[in-house]
């Protein structure tokens, strides 16, 4: 079975441009959360989505959207990109059904996105 | 807020031996799941072990095993007879809130010497 695939591996951007990342789950999962990992803050969730719809947010702007469609795959948008912006984003997917052991995420490769 | 410390930003360990990791999580949940996960400098982010709340019994998976106790909050790693393909970051974490949002602990870089 295929793991968790998110595309590109590496981006370079400039400070207000926008970028989108994907990420395929694994077959049969059907939540897909997104997270951001910087040497300050951390690992901080950004969002999840569950039968294309967003179930759970974090604290991030507005400037960070996403979206998942009906075969589960999903993107994650960032607008306006700022400096701070530059960070390893990881994908997981999940079952997703409460809290039991079919909600034990699985992680990408992530992507290492660079705002210059 | 849910939060989850570690309090070790650095650990090392002898090849062959045992080392502890350390976790504390604040929780108002009765229903959650803790995990450690590990980031070898890959970024890979891998499952270790996994501890259901309700199961009073401490989870292991080969060298990994888990100090579970509820009351005090806390939740900490053992890995016996330490490998050089361990050393990586290790990360607590609580899955919170109905799933699909994992609370991460700031991480424990573990290296091993040979």
């Known amino acids: 079975k295929a793991g968790v695939t998110q595309t590109p591996r590496y981006l370079i951007k400039t400070r207000g441009q926008q970028v989108t990342l994907s990420c395929s789950p694994i077959?049969?999962?059907?939540?897909v959360s997104w997270y951001q990992q910087t040497p300050g803050q951390g690992l901080q969730f950004l969002f999840e989505?569950?039968?294309?719809?967003?179930?759970n947010k974090g604290n991030f702007p507005g400037r960070f959207s996403g979206r998942q469609f009906s075969n589960s795959r999903s993107e994650m948008n960032v607008s306006t990109l700022e400096l701070g912006d530059s960070a390893l984003y990881l994908c997981?997917?999940?079952?997703?059904?409460?809290?039991?052991?079919?909600?034990?995420?699985?992680f990408g490769a992530g992507t290492r996105l660079s705002v210059l | 807020a849910q939060t989850v410390t570690q309090s070790q930003p650095e650990m090392s360990v002898q090849e062959a031996e045992t080392v502890t990791l350390s976790c504390t999580y604040d929780?108002?949940?009765?229903?959650?799941?803790l995990f450690w996960y590990k980031q070898p400098p890959s970024r890979q982010m891998i499952l270790v072990i996994r501890?259901?709340?309700?199961?009073?019994q401490n989870a292991t998976e080969n060298r990994f095993s888990v100090n579970f106790q509820k009351a005090a909050k806390s939740f900490s790693l053992k890995i016996s007879d330490s490998q050089l393909g361990d050393a990586a970051m290790y990360f607590c974490?609580?899955?919170?809130?109905?799933?699909?949002?994992?609370?991460f602990g700031q991480g424990t870089e573990l290296s091993v010497k040979p």
């Open positions: 997981a997917s999940s079952l997703g059904q409460g809290i039991t052991a079919k909600n034990i995420q699985y």
């Open positions: 077959s049969g999962h059907r939540s």
């Open positions: 989505y569950f039968s294309e719809t967003q179930r």
């Open positions: 929780t108002s949940e009765s229903d959650y799941y």
């Open positions: 501890q259901e709340a309700y199961k009073q």
């Open positions: 974490a609580e899955l919170y809130n109905q799933g699909g949002k994992l609370i």
